[in-house]
């Protein structure tokens, strides 16, 4: 078995342990959203602190990166939205939430521990640069979008509303305060006291496991109830077109090997919960975002690892 093989088999193997934890009730499923919030509030903010601190840019501006990638989220949202509204007959609003669930990549609870095994902490680097302004873009994007498909004609967009909404959820957000927090230190020029590092470390460590387990142990509660078709249709968008776009875009534009890799690996990881909680927030689209995060990261176990052998057979 191919080591590429072995590592996908391994991070979906911890996220079907959590899974089957739950199933024979070893794990209440309420445990999931502890460890759940555990990992993206402490586990993973330290992990991309440490990152911060220690990457090497090269001193640029990842603008490349960001257009390839964000180029393929463009386009897979726009099919998305499309497939529900004309596809599947569903209204504007329930439109937004295909098109953010087909776009939206699981980055932290799936994406962190792939890339990390995959691609180390070089590709951690790369990925933790889509990290920072992924959030940020998605949600603002899927906030404006409902603002427009989600109110009556007679009701005015109030730009005021929206940029404090989107601030609030933003500046409060712990992965972006990692992200900000470890930038912060980077510039003063000074290394972490041993102390700091030995705690940073401890809790880093463990970020990656313990949230494809949480995954796992999560998924029990969405389950798959309804709209299975267009949830499928979705997930196929979501696998197969925008790591297809992304590959595509990499490869004409030239990007740097490792950075394509990424770009690509990160453009193929499955739906991620992000999609179902702007769903629950704008009520609409709720049983059709979960069950596609439920049959994206079943499917992702074949689909994630043909992904990354054919990046690696164009990039090298």
């Given at each position: 078995?191919?080591?590429?093989?072995?590592?996908?088999?391994?991070?979906?193997?911890l996220?079907?342990?959590?899974?089957?934890?739950?199933?024979?009730r070893?794990?209440?499923?309420s445990?999931?959203d502890?460890?759940?919030?555990f990992?993206?509030?402490?586990?993973?903010?330290?992990?991309?602190?440490?990152?911060?601190?220690?990457?090497?840019?090269?001193?640029?501006?990842?603008?490349?990166?960001?257009?390839c990638?964000?180029?393929?989220?463009?386009?897979?949202?726009t099919?998305?939205?499309?497939?529900?509204?004309?596809?599947?007959g569903?209204?504007?609003?329930?439109?937004?939430v295909?098109?953010?669930?087909?776009?939206?990549?699981?980055t932290?609870?799936?994406?962190?521990?792939?890339v990390l095994?995959?691609?180390?902490?070089?590709?951690?680097?790369v990925?933790?640069?889509?990290?920072?302004?992924?959030l940020?873009?998605?949600m603002?994007a899927?906030?404006?979008?409902?603002?427009i498909?989600g109110r009556?004609d007679?009701?005015?967009?109030?730009?005021?509303?929206l940029?404090?909404?989107?601030?609030?959820?933003?500046?409060?957000?712990?992965?972006?305060?990692?992200?900000?927090?470890?930038?912060?230190?980077?510039?003063?020029?000074?290394?972490?006291?041993?102390?700091?590092?030995?705690?940073?470390?401890?809790?880093?460590?463990?970020?990656?496991?313990?949230a494809?387990?949480?995954?796992?142990?999560?998924?029990?509660?969405?389950g798959?109830?309804?709209?299975?078709?267009?949830?499928?249709?979705?997930?196929?968008?979501?696998?197969?077109?925008?790591?297809?776009?992304?590959?595509a875009?990499c490869?004409?534009?030239?990007?740097?090997?490792?950075?394509?890799?990424v770009?690509?690996?990160?453009?193929?990881?499955?739906?991620?919960i992000?999609?179902?909680?702007?769903a629950?927030?704008?009520?609409t689209?709720?049983?059709?975002?979960?069950?596609?995060?439920?049959?994206?990261t079943?499917?992702?176990?074949?689909?994630t690892?043909?992904?990354?052998?054919?990046?690696q057979?164009?990039?090298g």
């Amino acid at each position: 078995m191919s080591s590429l093989v072995e590592t996908v088999l391994f991070v979906f193997g911890l996220i079907a342990l959590g899974y089957l934890s739950g199933r024979l009730r070893l794990l209440k499923v309420s445990t999931g959203d502890g460890l759940s919030d555990f990992a993206i509030g402490v586990a993973v903010p330290l992990l991309l602190f440490r990152t911060m601190v220690n990457a090497d840019f090269h001193g640029g501006v990842p603008w490349a990166l960001w257009a390839c990638y964000f180029s393929a989220v463009a386009v897979t949202w726009t099919a998305g939205h499309f497939v529900t509204t004309r596809v599947f007959g569903r209204d504007s609003a329930a439109g937004v939430v295909g098109g953010v669930g087909a776009a939206f990549s699981n980055t932290v609870l799936v994406g962190i521990p792939l890339v990390l095994d995959v691609f180390g902490h070089d590709g951690i680097e790369v990925l933790s640069l889509i990290i920072a302004i992924h959030l940020p873009a998605l949600m603002m994007a899927s906030i404006i979008l409902f603002e427009i498909f989600g109110r009556r004609d007679d009701e005015p967009i109030d730009v005021a509303d929206l940029v404090l909404e989107f601030l609030r959820k933003m500046v409060s957000h712990p992965l972006i305060l990692g992200i900000v927090a470890g930038l912060a230190w980077r510039l003063t020029g000074l290394p972490l006291p041993p102390l700091a590092v030995r705690f940073v470390d401890s809790l880093a460590g463990i970020a990656g496991p313990l949230a494809l387990f949480a995954m796992g142990l999560g998924l029990l509660k969405f389950g798959i109830s309804g709209n299975v078709v267009p949830a499928a249709v979705l997930s196929l968008l979501k696998l197969m077109l925008m790591p297809a776009v992304a590959l595509a875009i990499c490869w004409a534009v030239g990007l740097p090997p490792l950075a394509a890799k990424v770009a690509v690996a990160t453009a193929a990881l499955p739906a991620g919960i992000n999609s179902y909680l702007i769903a629950v927030q704008f009520g609409t689209g709720q049983a059709l975002a979960s069950n596609e995060m439920t049959l994206s990261t079943a499917m992702a176990v074949v689909t994630t690892a043909l992904w990354l052998s054919l990046a690696q057979a164009v990039f090298g």
